[in-house]
């Protein structure tokens, strides 16, 4: 069974970074798209950034120019970093590998 682990999450001042982890433990990783996504309350889960197995990227437009997604297959891992977080950024962040395994979700919240 596949299991997918995010981390990295936490309380965070406005204008602030912020870089969340995601490890899989599944070995046809590199072959496949992985992404992120959020959900904030009362909103429905919306894509953040996704990374195909070749490396080209797509964001949002709410964090385009302040968020990157990169993977690593060697490490099976891949990341969010966000730079710039805004309040409106706070949400439960999930990864997901290969548009089917999902992650627990870990929190993000901006505040003062």
């Known amino acids: 069974q596949v299991q997918v682990a995010e981390s990295g999450g936490g309380l965070v001042q406005p204008g602030r970074s912020l870089r969340l982890s995601c490890q899989a433990s599944y070995n046809m990783f590199r072959f496949y798209v992985v992404g992120w996504y959020r959900q904030a309350p009362g909103n429905q889960r919306e894509l953040v950034a996704r990374?195909?197995?070749?490396?080209?990227?797509q964001y949002s437009d709410s964090v385009k120019g302040r968020f990157v997604i990169a993977r690593d297959n060697a490490k099976k891992t891949e990341y969010l970093q966000m730079n710039s977080l805004e309040a409106s950024d706070t949400a439960v962040y999930y990864c997901v590998v290969d548009d089917n395994y999902w992650g627990q979700g870990t929190q993000v919240t901006v505040s003062s």
């Open positions: 990374i195909s197995a070749g490396g080209t990227t």
